[in-house]
Each structure stands twice: as C-alpha cells, then as structure tokens.
C-alpha cells in the first residue's frame, strides 16, 4: 500500500537473528545506548515507550501469527498495589521487565519467569491525586546507560539504578506550589532525559525540559506560551518567541493561568535529520474568547514542535488547532515513517490528535502533506484548507453566542492511548474513542488558582432526566479501532466496541494487532482484514498498549491491566459499571499455562437512602457539583468508580461530609480539601444535591422502565 520497502528486508533478517535467540547479558543492567534505540525496530526487545525512537509500536516477531495465536496462554502474572488506571507500555530490556503503575511507582520482572526483581515507590502524596486532571496515572519509564527514569505526578524526574531500583539522582522539574503533574514516559536522546508536564486545566504555563542523563543537570527548557510578564526566560525559546510566538497572544486570562500548552505525552527522534518532535497541549482556559480575547493563534498551543535535542532550538512547527478552543491537544503520539506518497519516497510524521483528523507532515520541513478525519462524524469542521493548513470550522462552533454540541468532545476522537503502524500493511490502527460535549461559554469566568480553569459552562453537560433523550446521547458515543491507510487516507476497516475508552495498540510481523478493552479483555485481530483471531478475559478493563518481545526461543505478548483515566472518570454513565480492582501485568506465550485467579467482587453492602435529609439548597448544589466535583465524580454523581458519592458513608451526616470535602480527611487518598473554592455551606448544598440524587437512583433501580432503562428522576432545574 504505498510503502517504502527500502531497507525493510535487512529489519527483517536482523530481527530473525537476534528474535528468538536468548539475549546476551551485558556487563551492567539497563546498558541502552544511542546504538541500541537506533536498531531496536529491528529487535527483539522493547527499549522505549513506542519500542524506538520512531515511535511505531510495530514489533519485526513472527513466532506468534495469524494460524497460532489461538495457542496464546498465560505464561505468568504480577498483581500491583495500586487500584488506579494502568496506562504504562512495559519495557524489556536484557531479560528484564521494567514498567511504572498508578501513583508513579516502578517495577521491574524477569521477564521470562515472572519474579519480582525490585520496586520503587516515589511517596507521592495523597493530596496530588488532586491536581491530576485524569488519575493518578503514569505511562512509563525509560532505561539508559544503567539508568532507569520516571517522571513521578508530583512533578519530579527520578533516576534510579536499573539492577537495584534505587534512587540514583532527583529533579523537580516544575514548581511544587503549581497544580503541575507529570502522567507521560521520559525519553533519552543523546544523554538527555526529556520530559514535559500536564496541568493546563488548572492553570499553567507549559514547556518541556532536557536534562543530563548522568548528573541530572538541566540542559535546556522550551517553553511553550510567552511568558505573562512579556520578560525573556532566558530559555531556549526565547528568540521564536520573540519572533513568531507572541504576537499570536492578546490580553486575556492567559497572563493569570499561564496559557496551557503542557506536552504531556508525544515525543519521537530522528537521528538521521536530528530532529525532536514534541506534541503540544490545550490552552488555559480552554475557552479562546476567555483566554485570549478570541483573538490571535495562540502559538504554540495544540502544535507538533521540532525541535533540536542539543540545544532546544526551534526548526520549525505545525499548529494543527490554531486559537484551539475545545482542549484539542496535539500530545498524542507522533509516528515516523518512510511512505511513498505520489511516487516520492517521503519521510513524514503522523499523527491523530484529538481533532479528529490525521496529518500526514513531512519531518524534515513541516509541510502538510494531507489531512482528512479519521473519525467520520466530526462536527466542528468540515476539512483541513490544504494551501493554509487550517482547519475549515463550522459557524458557530466556537460557542461565543451559544451552546453547542461537538464530536469529538474534551475527550478527543484519539486520546493519549497509542496507535501502531505497520510497515507491512502500510496501515496505522488507531484506537477512537468518541464522546459529545456541550460546550458553552462560562460568561462569569474568573480566574481561581488552583482549581479548573476552562472558561466553558459545565452545567450544560448534566445529564438530562428524559430517558429517550440520554439514550440518544448514549448512542453517539463511541469506541472503534480504525486501520488506516496514511496514504489513501481512508479506513480500510474498523472494529466497534461497546464502549468509548478502548486501549491502546501493538501490531507485529506475524501479521497480528492487539488491543484490551474497557469491558475487560484483550484480543488479537488480523491486521489485514480486522477479524477477530483470539481473545483472553483480563477481568479489570485494559486502557493501555501491549507489547511484545522475544527471550530463550519464545516469543512473549505483555499487557498491563487496569482500567481509569480520563474516560472513566469523566464519563462514568459511558462506561461499564466496575469497582476498583488492583492492577495486574500479564503476560502471554504459545502454550501458556499458568492461571490468574478471578478477582474477588468488592463487598457491595446496602445503603439506606430514606433516611438522609440535609437542609442545603439543591439548586445550588447541582450548580456547585458540576463547577466543582463532575470532573472527578461525573455528571450528575454518575461516577462509581472514584467513591460513588450516592453510596458513600460520608453523606449520611453532615459533619463526616464537611469533614471530607472542608477539612480535608481523604487528603491521604487523593481527596484534598475544597476549603479555597467552598463555603461549609456551599459543601452543605452540594450534599443535598448529592442526596437527591441518591435518592433518585435507588427510586429508578427500585422501578426499572418497561422500555428497559431505570425511570428518570425529576428534574430539578437544569
């Protein structure tokens, strides 16, 4: 399909030299080098988060494939501490596992029997969870030179020593005092750690770092937004900013939140044209007529950077949502790849950012080459303008008269959860995950430190009462994996799930692509023609991606399991009802035997509602709940998986309640206090509010509708 075959044949052989064959040991563990990174798409390890410095999440192994994989068992299992969402891409590097958890914390695994090496728990605090704007998640480490890094959520950057776990040097790479977290895997490039930052919900200004390897000394920072005071940072981004990136900015609440922008996820190498290419966040507040007047592009907001890992310096950008106004971010993951676009051979960028659309760029100018959506059902554009690059908007889709709905909402029709490009098929396999959001301007915006920051109405997003009107909003959702071919761009073919939040993707020489889903399992598809080939039932949700690799003769598929994030905190009534359960990592060979057992069902005790009263205004508290609280507990309290607030002990008094959501009783476990942005009254409201609702779901699952849905509750006035 329009591939570039040039050199695919030599991957090819390398990788059945060294695939199956046990890996020599070197001298120290962890011993990756530039050498290393640069071979490893055609090896049979996995050495960074994408597998190497392209990104592709493409394996050269074969021993597992089409005619086989029915053969895949369990070969051994670890289960984590941690009850969170499981986002990391394990690493195997010498016949050692190494992979992060929730909460920042690290492991490392022989990888062929499953023994538990080491473990390194950085004592995030509890009161951090609240900063996070999507869980307390973590996508990875990177190992370099005896090196093993994570960038822990409460903004530090750790280097510990790869045969011990021990802590070797640590940064703060943000400011303690600022809701910045760290969710994305460090990468290495030429003895510099590289890591970004999230937080632009809240409000901050984002940038991305360089620091040495060895020393942890910082080498360079880049800024993404200009700095509020107007002042020169001293940083590798001053001279573009100067040039091209302020005068994109007008007054607005910007110079107060510090404009968003964080690169929390996307970066991938070229070593040939010595380029890094960074994905750049949302703005803050979301809301461009609040953040900038409505006014200017707002660089470098929702933009795909290169830059050069020396120095930092600027070479050159693609913005893919000028003045970006949704939380389109363009942090999802950027793929490398040589593809033959009207018989030239090109060397081109992909990616599929939240917009909906995929870019196809070439990596050494920033030239758009195409750009068509991936996901059909887009309503904020109708296309991408090809002599300007920019989008063609809808009227009316940034809201400044009135709400609006839009697919894809905050969500994104492609979140962090990555993709994977096959050389072979020529096809990328994106994993969507679709949502509605109704977006509305908040008139009454003021900046408050610390809390959400977006500038857009919340309370247009309550869920409505009318059954008929949920189940067509419930119908617009959705979860697919799209194989698409970069070239033609167009689907080749799609798989649907039942639910949004589907995981992300590996695909591999045997002609294979995996993928978990949110209901709870992990299957193998052909990735020509997207039939189901196997499937194993992981009993907790997957939303990360697999990998894979070889060791002694055998080839091994791992996959982190346990489901969170952004979608199942903030979509709770789109996804399957579950408990917290603890995290796992499995892993698979041909002939596998071994069995993990069920996990046990969380006790389920009854909880009286008739008896709660609270002399709170619950007007006031469903205004209150959806400014402050749905982020995390969903609209309406749907959510039930971060404590379901209708069942929580908590609302039976009013002291225990203000007690969590005043005095901060929970800070240990994530639920900091709301003293700065709440009265004891106002969480008194809330707590009405949240019995009402209590009431209203024992009441509809006390009386289900003959049509087959629970009976709304009565509205109250929203």
């Known amino acids: 399909m329009h591939i570039i075959r040039l050199g695919l044949a030599s991957v090819v052989a390398a990788a059945l030299a060294v695939s199956l064959a046990s890996c020599q040991k070197p001298a120290a563990p962890?011993?990756?080098?530039?050498?290393?990174?640069?071979?490893?798409?055609?090896?049979?390890?996995?050495?960074?988060?994408?597998?190497?410095?392209?990104?592709?999440?493409?394996?050269?192994?074969?021993?597992?494939?089409?005619?086989?994989?029915?053969?895949?068992?369990?070969?051994?299992?670890?289960?984590?501490?941690?009850?969170?969402?499981?986002?990391?891409?394990?690493?195997?590097?010498?016949?050692?596992?190494?992979?992060?958890?929730?909460?920042?914390?690290v492991f490392a695994f022989d990888a062929k029997t499953g023994k538990e090496l080491w473990r390194f728990d950085p004592q995030v605090k509890g009161p951090k969870g609240f900063d996070a704007c999507c869980d307390v998640v973590n996508r990875g480490v990177a190992v370099w030179k005896g090196?093993?890094?994570?960038?822990?959520?409460?903004?530090?950057?750790?280097?510990?020593?790869?045969?011990?776990?021990?802590?070797?040097?640590?940064?703060?790479?943000?400011?303690?005092?600022?809701?910045?977290?760290?969710?994305?895997?460090?990468?290495?490039?030429?003895?510099?750690?590289?890591?970004?930052?999230?937080g632009a919900e809240y409000g901050v200004r984002g940038y991305i770092t360089a620091y040495d390897a060895a020393s942890g000394q910082q080498a360079w920072r880049f800024y993404m937004t200009p700095n509020p005071d107007g002042k020169p940072d001293g940083a590798a981004s001053d001279k573009v900013m100067a040039e091209k990136g302020a005068a994109t900015w007008s007054d607005g609440e910007w110079k107060k939140t510090g404009g968003g922008g964080t690169p929390w996820d996307a970066i991938a190498y070229d070593p040939a044209?010595?380029?890094?290419?960074?994905?750049?966040?949302?703005?803050?507040?979301?809301?461009?007529?609040?953040?900038?007047?409505?006014?200017?592009?707002?660089?470098?907001?929702?933009?795909?950077?290169?830059?050069?890992?020396?120095?930092?310096?600027?070479?050159w950008h693609y913005q893919t949502t000028p003045g970006e106004s949704w939380d389109y971010t363009a942090t999802q993951q950027i793929t490398l790849a040589d593809l033959n676009i009207g018989g030239q051979p090109r060397k081109v960028l992909m990616q599929a950012p939240k917009n909906g659309f995929f870019y196809v760029i070439d990596r050494a100018t920033g030239q758009l080459i195409s750009a068509k959506n991936y996901y059909p059902n887009i309503t904020w554009a109708t296309g991408v303008d090809m002599k300007t690059g920019r989008p063609i908007e809808t009227p009316g889709a940034r809201y400044e008269k009135t709400a609006v709905t839009q697919v894809p909402g905050?969500?994104?029709?492609?979140?962090?959860?990555?993709?994977?490009?096959?050389?072979?098929?020529?096809?990328?396999?994106?994993?969507?995950?679709?949502?509605?959001f109704s977006y509305g301007d908040q008139k009454d915006f003021a900046y408050k430190a610390g809390a959400w920051n977006v500038g857009v109405n919340f309370l247009s997003n309550a869920l409505p009462t009318d059954q008929a009107t949920l189940k067509a909003i419930m119908a617009m959702v959705k979860g697919q994996l799209i194989a698409w071919d970069p070239v033609q761009q167009k689907a080749v073919w799609t798989v649907d799930h039942p639910y949004f939040w589907n995981a992300g993707v590996l695909a591999t020489a045997g002609g294979l692509v995996f993928q978990g889903s949110a209901e709870g399992d992990l299957a193998a598809y052909d990735a020509a023609s997207g039939k189901k080939l196997w499937s194993y039932k992981t009993g907790n949700g997957?939303?990360?991606?697999?990998?894979?690799?070889?060791?002694?003769?055998?080839?091994?598929?791992?996959?982190?399991?346990?489901?969170?994030?952004?979608?199942?905190?903030?979509?709770?009534?789109?996804?399957?009802?579950?408990?917290?359960?603890?995290?796992?990592?499995?892993?698979?060979?041909?002939?596998?035997?071994?069995?993990?057992?069920?996990?046990?069902?969380?006790?389920?005790?009854?909880?009286?509602?008739?008896?709660?009263?609270?002399?709170?205004?619950?007007?006031?508290?469903?205004?209150?709940?959806?400014?402050?609280?749905?982020?995390?507990?969903?609209?309406?309290?749907?959510?039930?998986?971060?404590?379901?607030?209708?069942?929580?002990?908590?609302l039976q008094t009013a002291d225990n309640w203000k007690g969590v959501v005043i005095d901060g009783a929970s800070a240990s476990r994530g639920m900091a206090s709301f003293a700065r942005f709440l009265s004891p009254k106002d969480a008194e409201d809330i707590r009405a509010y949240v019995i009402s609702e209590a009431k209203a779901a024992a009441a509809a699952q006390a009386s289900p509708d003959p049509q087959g849905g629970a009976k709304a509750a009565a509205p109250i006035g929203r």
């Open 410 to 436: 905050p969500l994104g029709a492609h979140n962090w959860q990555p993709m994977a490009f096959d050389p072979k098929t020529g096809l990328v396999y994106i994993p969507t995950n679709v949502t509605p």
């Open 147 to 198: 090196k093993v890094f994570v960038g822990a959520l409460d903004g530090r950057l750790i280097a510990l020593d790869a045969k011990t776990g021990k802590p070797v040097w640590t940064v703060q790479t943000t400011d303690p005092a600022k809701p910045y977290t760290i969710t994305g895997a460090p990468r290495v490039i030429k003895d510099k750690v590289l890591i970004g930052n999230g």
């Open 273 to 315: 044209l010595d380029m890094v290419y960074i994905g750049v966040g949302n703005g803050s507040p979301w809301n461009h007529m609040r953040r900038s007047g409505g006014k200017g592009d707002n660089l470098f907001l929702s933009s795909i950077l290169a830059l050069r890992p020396d120095t930092g310096e600027y070479v």
């Open 542 to 650: 997957v939303i990360a991606a697999p990998m894979t690799y070889a060791l002694g003769g055998e080839q091994y598929v791992a996959v982190m399991v346990g489901t969170g994030g952004g979608g199942q905190i903030s979509a709770p009534a789109s996804m399957p009802t579950r408990s917290r359960l603890p995290g796992r990592l499995l892993v698979f060979k041909l002939g596998g035997k071994a069995q993990a057992p069920a996990f046990p069902a969380p006790p389920q005790p009854p909880f009286e509602v008739d008896s709660l009263k609270s002399d709170g205004d619950v007007q006031h508290g469903f205004a209150l709940f959806h400014e402050n609280c749905q982020v995390c507990h969903g609209p309406n309290a749907s959510g039930a998986w971060l404590p379901d607030l209708k069942r929580t002990p908590m």
């Open 30 to 105: 962890g011993a990756v080098d530039a050498k290393r990174l640069v071979a490893a798409a055609g090896n049979a390890e996995w050495l960074s988060y994408g597998k190497d410095y392209n990104e592709q999440r493409f394996s050269p192994l074969d021993k597992v494939k089409n005619d086989n994989v029915g053969q895949l068992g369990l070969a051994w299992f670890a289960q984590f501490d941690t009850d969170r969402g499981q986002e990391a891409t394990p690493l195997m590097v010498d016949g050692v596992i190494y992979t992060s958890t929730a909460w920042s914390k």
